[in-house]
């Protein structure tokens, strides 16, 4: 089902956490959950963003990521995210392939 010659790209996984800075206030911070070989499939690029302003216009892209389903990372949800290629993808969703077979996770990617 899931080829290793497809899942040529690295991926982080991470997940947000709460902690304390040295003024005991809460500031939010991300933990990896695991670095993992993936398949990227490139989605077409979104529309625009565009504030109520007509300012700051933010390109947006979708990508979906293919990984090999792992116990560790099946409560994996749209509160966690992707790091690929140093940038970091929103997760829109998390998709069993099969009977434990993979992971589709679909991001979206704000292009700054």
């Not at 625009?48 to 099946?74: C, H, M, N, V, Y």
Request: hydrophobic fraction near 40%.
């Amino acid at each position: 089902f899931m080829r290793a010659g497809n899942l040529d790209r690295r991926i982080t996984l991470q997940r947000a956490s709460v902690a304390q800075n040295g003024l005991g206030e809460e500031i939010e911070t991300w933990a990896d959950l695991a670095t993992v070989w993936a398949e990227k499939i490139e989605s077409r690029r979104l529309a625009k963003e565009q504030s109520d302003a007509g300012e700051a216009r933010q390109a947006l892209r979708r990508r979906t990521f293919r990984i090999r389903w792992s116990s560790g990372l099946a409560d994996l949800n749209a509160r966690d995210r992707v790091i690929f290629d140093g940038q970091a993808c929103d997760i829109l969703g998390v998709t069993e392939l099969g009977r434990r077979e993979g992971l589709e996770i679909e991001t979206l990617q704000r292009a700054d």
